[in-house]
C-alpha cells in the first residue's frame, strides 16, 4: 500500500471505509487521517484481527478501490 497516495486521497477513502468496516467511528478515521499503520492498528483493535490479515484487510482494500 502507498501511503503517500493514501493520505492524498484520504478525504474519498474515508467514505468507502466508512462502508467496508462499519465499526470504525469518526474519531478513528480522524486519528487515521490516511496513515496505514493507524488503519491496520484500529482494524485490529475493533475487529479483533492479528497483525497479519488487517494488513492483508487493508492492502486488499486499497487495490480494490483503484486509488
Known amino acids: ?3 503517500d497516495t493514501m493520505a492524498g ?3 474519498q477513502l474515508k467514505g468507502k471505509i466508512k462502508e ?3 465499526k470504525l467511528t469518526d474519531d478513528d ?3 487515521i ?3 496505514a499503520d493507524q488503519l491496520i492498528g484500529r482494524l485490529q483493535e475493533r475487529y479483533g484481527y492479528a497483525q497479519d490479515r488487517a494488513k ?6 486499497y487495490r480494490s ?3
Open 9 to 11: 486521497n484520504w478525504k
Open 20 to 22: 467496508k468496516w462499519g
Open 56 to 61: 492483508k484487510e487493508a492492502d486488499d482494500f
Open 33 to 35: 487521517e490516511g496513515k
Open 29 to 31: 478515521l480522524t486519528t
Open 1 to 3: 500500500m502507498n501511503t
Open 65 to 67: 478501490c483503484n486509488c
